[in-house]
Nanobody
Framework: VQLQASGGGLVQAGGSLTVSCTAS????????MGWFRQAPGKEREFVGL????????GYADSVKDRFTISRNNTKKMVFLQMNSLKPEDTAVYYC???????????????????WGQGTQVTVSS
């Protein structure tokens, strides 16, 4: 079982970027997924989540209305589309999954057992 995040990069404030996560989880379509981020010198924090069937999403207040999570269960991929980026969005972004299939995961890091390696997103002012 493995998660691989990709798509990070450097973008100007106000710009957009989409990061992806490819999963090798046999029960992927039944597994809700989460996105977290960790800025330099700060603790890792919740960004958003998506249910296994993609019908439900939830977001942190700091990114709500700017970020959108989607998934492609055929390709076993999850996407985090980030719009209106701000310098404070600069962080390493991680995708995560619970150890057992759970339709709608939680917002706590402790509810996730499988983590990708992270992808760096840098927003310049």
């Amino acid at each position: 079982v493995q998660l691989q995040a990709s798509g990070g990069g450097l973008v100007q404030a106000g710009g957009s970027l989409t990061v992806s996560c490819t999963a090798s989880i046999p029960t992927f379509r039944n597994t809700g997924m989460g996105w977290f981020r960790q800025a330099p010198g700060k603790e890792r924090e919740f960004v958003g989540l998506i249910s296994g069937n993609g019908a439900y999403t939830g977001y942190a207040d700091s990114v709500k209305d700017r970020f959108t999570i989607s998934r492609n269960n055929t390709k076993k991929m999850v996407f985090l589309q980030m719009n209106s980026l701000k310098p404070e969005d600069t962080a390493v972004y991680y995708c995560a999954a619970p150890g057992r299939p759970r339709g709608i995961p939680g917002r706590l890091q402790t509810q996730y057992d499988i983590w990708g390696q992270g992808t760096q997103v840098t927003v310049s002012s």
